[in-house]
């Protein structure tokens, strides 16, 4: 007898089926619920502010369709300015809050034009091409937002560049309208041409609240210290001219003055300067045998004879910047470009970005009533000083003053940097210029991955004229598998280096570099011709290395590319008894140098140790023609913080067939020397950045007893 069932296609009916009317309510009731969610999201996510609908862009927007907006007479007018706002009174830092990325949030406002109520513009240019460059680099940067509830700072597209071109009163009324005004509050203005006459006065005379000034003009009774934001006056000549870097030297004419609209008293008292030095001086004037236009604005006149301008200003040394009727000259500019060292004659002028720029670098700022004596106090510096300067101004110019774009991104990196001081940019990135191209050159302290092994090392032997003892060198050291190029720096100027056909026949490149001065420091020069991440420095008579020894050496920089990794290892110690540093040249327990006559380091280090080395080092060592190796020691402590790595078990480093005669580290008086350049680089450092350590790389297997096949590096520590 079987059991009953009721079955169906898709098995048995073990769940009662849902009656068709349960079913209908539950799917309304679940599509409502969907619904509702999804309208939820969109209402989460859809912009709730009408101030940021759009990007600002001068493409999406001309301005003949921007809005057009009437001033009613009257409205509010902002007070004039509060010369004692700061940071921590008149701007709102929290709105800048904490992001990761510490960097503040500018928005622009949508382009609008203000008409009074007969129709009558604020301003006789509208918008001009410079402003628009600037608004359109901030609007392309990291610090732009069209969410104007993220904003920390807002810039008004109401062009105040030219206070000559605004009416006053009804620019002042058309800032007040902006909805996020708030007297001024977190308001950024850009003006480069302050004041009118007769006065002319060196800050924008449009009343502004409490909004920041980012201006071209300022003196020290209207600059707000930490406040506002010094700007150049923008040369329109930047874009239009193009001048190539010329090299830092000595230029055909010492001093030139080439602006057009100078005080009778200075162009009289400039004009006696010439009468006393000549050729010398050139003081140039505006053409008057030329029509007026653009071209008579690029040339300038002396006696009848025409001159390319800006293009004269690079056969200058220095060239003179004085005040016109407003303190700001665009002339700066134009002497920046051409590398010429600027001579700022403008009592109480506010230099542009003096906050983060070390001008004493790049010109010379002499008082008004000094002018007399401008000649002689320029030629009172050094020449090596006035090469240094030209390379400054010029790098100045590129980095900050070349396009409204830089004026625009510094100005506002100024702001980010006060507002997130802990992410400030430092000294040495505001005014240090890269004299190399640093990005052909990996830092060793960031790499993610140890170096290939693929490259190898490039052998740097500098040398004199130990031709015998060199040719041996480079014998043992072609030797090693990892050798990817030999560099001789020949360092004697008096002798030629053999001819080609004398020198050893190795499987790697061997270039020969002649340098024009005996300097030690010739051998951490950035050459071109290393092109290897890992460099071998080696003396001319460090014939006592094998070929194990170096690639074992080698292969442990490696592992420690931010090292000093090498052979002869020595130690400072602080003597008590006379209160200073001494050099240790005997074997100890402790390391905390190696000797750079055998070690191993990055080639980025070079570059640093050729164009920063602190203080007077280098003039230092190349003068007492010693302790090159002790300065790399110290540059490379300083910066990683580390110790060197001394490799195989050498205690004594000798050289077997070196006598007294001509081996400069067995002279009586270089151990002296070496403590006092111990005790130098301290001073100059400000601290003692070497570190000791007791221990060293072997190779696995080297003292283990087994057979020498066995070992990757049998050939080592033999002496």
């Known amino acids: 007898m079987y059991a009953s069932g009721k079955y169906s296609s898709r098995g048995p009916a073990l769940i009662p089926r849902m009656k068709t009317k349960h079913r209908i309510y539950y799917i309304t009731l679940f599509s409502v619920v969907l619904l509702g969610l999804i309208a939820t999201g969109m209402f989460q996510f859809w912009p709730h502010s009408i101030e940021s609908t759009a990007d600002w862009t001068l493409d999406k927007r001309s301005v003949h369709e921007a809005p057009l907006v009437h001033l009613p007479v009257s409205s509010p007018i902002p007070e004039r300015g509060d010369l004692s706002c700061r940071m921590h009174t008149c701007f709102d830092v929290y709105r800048c809050g904490y992001n990761p990325k510490n960097r503040i949030k500018v928005y622009i406002y949508p382009l609008q034009r203000f008409v009074d109520e007969l129709g009558v513009p604020i301003s006789s240019t509208g918008l001009s091409r410079e402003y628009n460059d600037l608004l359109s680099a901030i609007s392309d940067s990291d610090f732009y937002t069209d969410d104007v509830t993220r904003a920390c700072l ?16 009804e620019t002042a009324q058309a800032l007040a309208m902006l909805p996020r005004w708030d007297k001024g509050m977190n308001h950024l203005l850009f003006n480069m041409l ?45 874009a239009d001219v193009e001048l190539p870097e010329r090299q830092p030297g000595p230029r055909r004419y010492f001093i030139l003055s080439s602006q057009t609209a100078i005080h009778r008293e200075y162009r009289a008292e400039l004009e006696r300067l010439k009468e006393e030095n000549g050729e010398a001086l050139l003081l140039l004037d ?3 045998n030329l029509s007026q236009g653009a071209a008579s604005a690029r040339k300038r006149c002396y006696k009848g004879q025409v001159y390319d301008y800006p293009q004269i200003l690079q056969e200058s040394s220095f060239c003179v910047v004085l005040r016109g009727a407003r303190l700001g000259q665009a002339a700066l500019s134009d002497v920046l470009q051409a590398g010429c060292v600027p001579v700022i004659l403008a ?11 070390d001008w004493k670098r790049a010109s010379v700022v002499i008082p008004e009533e000094k002018l007399s004596e401008m000649y002689t106090i320029l030629k009172s510096i050094p020449h090596r000083q006035v090469e240094e300067m030209q ?31 802990y992410a400030a940019r430092t000294y040495e990135q505001w005014n240090n210029p890269p004299v190399v191209k640093w990005s052909s050159v990996n830092s060793p302290l960031f790499l993610p991955l140890i170096p290939p092994r693929a490259p190898g090392f490039t052998a740097v032997v500098l040398t004199y004229d130990r031709v ?12 090693v598998p990892s050798l990817a190029k030999l560099l001789v720096v020949w360092n004697n100027q008096n002798k030629s280096p053999p001819e080609e056909s004398l020198w050893p026949k190795i499987s790697v490149p061997l270039k020969v570099v002649r340098t024009k001065e005996n300097k030690l420091s010739n051998r951490f020069f950035p050459y071109d011709e290393i092109e290897t991440e890992a460099v071998l420095a080696i003396d001319d008579d460090i014939i006592m290395l094998t070929s194990d020894e170096l690639q074992f050496g080698y292969e442990v920089w490696r592992e420690f590319p931010d090292r000093l990794v090498g052979y002869p290892g020595r130690l400072h110690l602080w003597d008590h008894e006379m209160g ?6 005997e074997w100890t327990n402790e390391v905390s140098m190696v000797l750079t006559g055998a070690a191993f380091y990055h080639k980025y280090f070079n570059y640093l140790y050729t164009y920063k080395m ?18 790399m020691n110290f540059l490379v402590a300083n910066i990683t913080g580390k110790a060197p790595i001394k490799v195989t078990p050498r205690k004594k480093f000798k050289c077997p067939e070196c006598t007294a005669i001509d081996g400069l580290s067995l002279d009586q008086t270089h151990m002296v020397e070496r403590s006092e350049c111990i005790n130098k680089f301290a001073s100059v450092f400000g601290t003692m950045p070497l570190k000791v350590v007791e221990h060293r790389a072997d190779p696995v297997l080297y003292k283990d007893d087994f057979p020498e096949k066995l070992k990757s590096f049998p050939n080592i520590g033999s002496l």
């Not at 807002?154 to 009163?169: G, K, W, Y």
């Not at 900050?400 to 997130?420: E, P």
Request: net charge neutral.
């Open 347 to 357: 009592d109480s002028y506010i230099l542009p970005f003096s906050e983060v720029l």
């Open 468 to 479: 015998e003892s060199l040719f041996r060198v480079i014998t043992e050291i072609s030797k």
């Open 286 to 288: 505006k053409c008057s």
């Open 580 to 585: 200073k540093w001494k050099y240790e040249s």
């Open 391 to 421: 390379r400054q101004a010029r790098w100045f110019w590129e980095a900050y003053f070349s396009s409204m774009k830089a004026i625009g991104l510094t100005t506002l990196q100024i702001i980010n940097d006060r507002i997130y001081p």
């Open 194 to 238: 302050p004041g009118g006459p007769p006065d002319y006065n060196t800050a924008l005379d449009v009343p502004r609240d409490r909004a920041l000034l980012a201006g071209g003009g300022f003196s020290t009774w209207t600059y707000r210290q930490g406040y506002d934001v010094s700007i150049p006056v923008y040369s329109p000549l930047s």
């Open 154 to 169: 807002f810039i008004p597209s109401i062009d105040v560049l030219n206070q000559n071109s605004l009416r006053i009163r």
């Open 614 to 631: 602190p203080g007077d080092i280098k003039n230092w060592v190349d003068a007492h023609m010693n302790c090159e190796d002790i300065a």
